[in-house]
């Protein structure tokens, strides 16, 4: 049974079932497509239900569902892709983000057909989704991700509890903290968030990390944006990039601004112009300190999962919970099974955890509260931003049109009209807006996400760079969640953090450069385009 609705403005189904195959006969793919994403809630039928649909389209291609772990994911696809070399992996689509720098070269650059006409749409690819939203790298021309959901991150709260302690939304980070000790002081535990590395890297402190880097880092678009004479100049736009800071969408890219990657990297690892040791990188995390792990578990927080987080928050045990706009669909759902009388299932496969007993509460929500003090240039913006990142892994040429093409029947109004059916009969929820062009949503669901305050996207260029460990490098990464628990743990101070969140990321610079084609070289004359020689 459908918990909400989504309404399809979308090609009326029943004329494209007449019309069959007949219209694709110009294309006689055949092959097998494999789609090995993580598991979840209805994810396995909807994807079922499109490549059935596909297929008969397409009878001489194959489609597999052959879905993973969530919790385990992130390692297996960096391990598929480190394999790669030696052995071609069965999978096709999968999230690519997760694997990192070990995607690189492995991957199907979609840019490569983004214009070709679509079989799906009266235009191209870029006509069927919005095209503007996805993330293009602007040093290689790579688009490997195709995301068709727009999400933003944001902290949501138990309005009862709120209620009952007196206590209102936060806007800024000492307002925050106050809230904390209120919610404390009445028994609550105020904040539901995951301490392990998969939350620091990936999810929640590693939003958090982000979005508060981005607080201290505005002003770097003085230094990497183009320049005149720069190979990535766009008089028409550069000329005419004033800086502000009071403008959440003063820095978007490429709209507004181009950044040139080589001007980064020469300023981080030549000229020290740009420093992970900042004294805003101090700011935010003696701030970080004032709530972690205090307010959020003392010190069970590192031992806390993304599970156990939901689980705290959805037993009334803590107040505020961070996750990202798809939360809203997972809210009405669990609702929906409360009024039922039904358990509530958190995870999936052997992390799976029934629930029961649960009480219905109110849900509100609130943006990042802004920081203040030393280092601090603008308000806090959050992550909002197309999301999905579905990559395809390259293999021979024949094949890897079958797969694009695949997708490109995906993000039709036709192809996602039938996912997102699929998802919500089987109890799933979207992960956030639709930006497939003829798909919306309605009912309570579209009314939440119209109740979203929209703050900007922090993922600007490479302002998030050193916010965690550099360019998503595993080694890198791991050391700094190490000497950030040492922070967080009072075992070092916010400078010794400093110095070594600095060395850290020097440390690995060279190896994420390489992965993006930069070499030291490429330094001495930024305006050229990098060659990696």
Known sequence: MKKF???????????????GCAAFAEEDYSGKVTISLY??????????????AYTAKHPGVEVVVDLKPQDSYADWVKATFQGYDSQLPEADIVYGNLAGNDRVDKVINFYDYAYDESAYSDGDWTEQIAFDMQNIDMVTGMW???SITGVQVLWFYNVDIFNEVGVEAPTTWSEFVDVCAKLSEAGYQPLAVAGDFQSFWAEQMGWLAQAYADQTTRSQIEIIRAQEGDYCYDPDVDGKFVYDPTDPHNDDTPANVNINAVRFWKAFVEDGTIRADSDGMKTVWSSFAQIFPT??????FFGTDA???KTLFYQGKAAIYLSGSWFFGDYLNTMASIDAGEAVTIGDGDAAVELEGLKKFALGTFAMPSMEGEGIEAKARTIEVATGFLSAIKKDIDHDEMVVDFLKFYTSSEGYSIFLEALIENGGVPDGLPLVKGVELEGELAEMFANIEYIGNCQKGFCQA??????????????????SMDLL??????DEWAEQHQANQLKYAPEVMESSKISMNDLDNPQNEPTGN
């Open 5 to 19: 609705v989504v309404r399809f403005l979308s090609l009326v189904m029943a004329a494209l079932m007449v019309l």
């Open 39 to 52: 598991s979840g809630k209805g994810v396995e039928e909807a994807w079922r239900a499109v490549g059935d």
């Open 144 to 146: 490997d991700c195709v």
């Open 295 to 300: 307010y959020a578990g003392g010190e069970n």
């Open 307 to 309: 599970n156990g987080a």
């Open 466 to 483: 050193l916010a965690r460990g550099i360019g998503d490098n595993q080694e890198a990464l791991r050391a700094w969640y190490g000497y």
């Open 489 to 494: 743990n009072g075992k070092i101070t916010v």
